[in-house]
């Protein structure tokens, strides 16, 4: 349970705030002028990463990585298919996404409308395939684990996005200077928030280390004592 909390408050505030706002530029900057816009957006980026995910993983589990297809006899154990990662990865968010836009369609079309071309073009935003790929350089052990690695890595997407887009509508009616103005101040702000998430990770990861025994320290501490003992006791024999 503990390794479930740990992992979602990573992936949310290190991993995808990081990814929405460096490298899922387009999207991220192009709905991000309307709040409702975002959060709809937002909310389907969730959808597809929180499926997309587990099936990379199961896929990269038992397709992809070396030996993985073990399971189909001993003569295929020595195959490596993580060549094809990408390929696959790809295929997986693509169709996930197709089905999004059918369901937005169907059920929303004021939103489908607005979304426009950046909807289907969630299936090349590097934010969804950087959490498959995160996915997969940390090896997330469980299939449970890659689920809420894809949902948590959703909700940090999808707060980037809501962030920028509520600060846009407020700036609109700001006295901004003319050169700055439209995406001038939009991408100062973007490099900005993208400090804060970063200051996030010293937060997140600074307790990893597990904490020495009393004993230890304290013989470690006589140690250098005497070590530094003798040194002192050479270096008079020298003078002398």
């Given at each position: 349970?503990?390794?479930?909390?740990?992992?979602?408050?990573?992936?949310?505030f290190?991993?995808?705030?990081?990814?929405?706002?460096?490298?899922?530029?387009?999207?991220?900057?192009?709905?991000?002028?309307?709040?409702?816009?975002?959060?709809?957006?937002?909310?389907?980026?969730?959808?597809?990463?929180?499926?997309?995910?587990?099936?990379?993983?199961?896929?990269?589990?038992?397709?992809?990585?070396?030996?993985?297809?073990?399971w189909?006899?001993?003569?295929?154990?020595?195959?490596d298919?993580?060549?094809?990662?990408?390929?696959?990865?790809?295929?997986?968010?693509?169709?996930?996404?197709?089905?999004?836009?059918?369901?937005?369609?169907?059920?929303?079309?004021?939103?489908?409308?607005?979304?426009?071309?950046?909807?289907?073009?969630?299936?090349?935003?590097?934010?969804?395939?950087?959490?498959?790929?995160?996915?997969?350089?940390?090896?997330?052990?469980?299939?449970?684990?890659?689920?809420?690695?894809?949902?948590?890595?959703?909700?940090?997407?999808?707060?980037?996005?809501?962030?920028?887009?509520?600060?846009?509508?407020?700036?609109?009616?700001?006295?901004?200077?003319?050169?700055?103005?439209?995406?001038?101040?939009?991408?100062?702000?973007?490099?900005?928030?993208?400090?804060?998430?970063?200051?996030?990770?010293?937060?997140?990861?600074?307790?990893?280390?597990?904490?020495?025994?009393?004993?230890?320290?304290?013989?470690?501490?006589?140690?250098?004592?005497?070590?530094?003992?003798?040194?002192?006791?050479?270096?008079?024999?020298?003078?002398?």
């Open positions: 349970m503990i390794e479930h909390i740990e992992l979602f408050f990573k992936s949310i290190i991993d995808n705030m990081v990814f929405a706002v460096f490298l899922g530029m387009c999207s991220y900057l192009a709905v991000s002028k309307k709040v409702a816009t975002a959060v709809g957006l937002g909310a389907a980026v969730i959808f597809v990463l929180a499926i997309t995910v587990p099936l990379n993983w199961l896929l990269d589990q038992y397709l992809l990585q070396p030996g993985a297809l073990s189909l006899g001993e003569e295929y154990v020595d195959y298919l993580s060549f094809l990662s990408f390929i696959m990865f790809i295929a997986t968010i693509a169709t996930m996404v197709q089905l999004v836009e059918i369901v937005v369609e169907k059920f929303s079309p004021s939103l489908y409308n607005s979304l426009g071309i950046f909807l289907p073009l969630i299936a090349v935003n590097c934010a969804i395939l950087g959490g498959s790929l995160f996915m997969q350089s940390r090896e997330i052990e469980s299939l449970g684990l890659a689920f809420n690695y894809g949902v948590s890595s959703g909700i940090g997407w999808f707060l980037a996005i809501l962030a920028i887009a509520a600060i846009r509508e407020k700036i609109r009616y700001s006295n901004v200077p003319a050169p700055l103005r439209g995406l001038g101040i939009t991408f100062i702000i973007t490099g900005l928030m993208g400090i804060g998430f970063l200051s996030f990770g010293g937060m997140l990861t600074g307790g990893d280390e597990e904490e020495k025994p009393a004993t230890e320290t304290v013989l470690e501490v006589e140690k250098i004592e005497t070590e530094k003992a003798k040194e002192l006791a050479e270096n008079t024999k020298t003078i002398e």
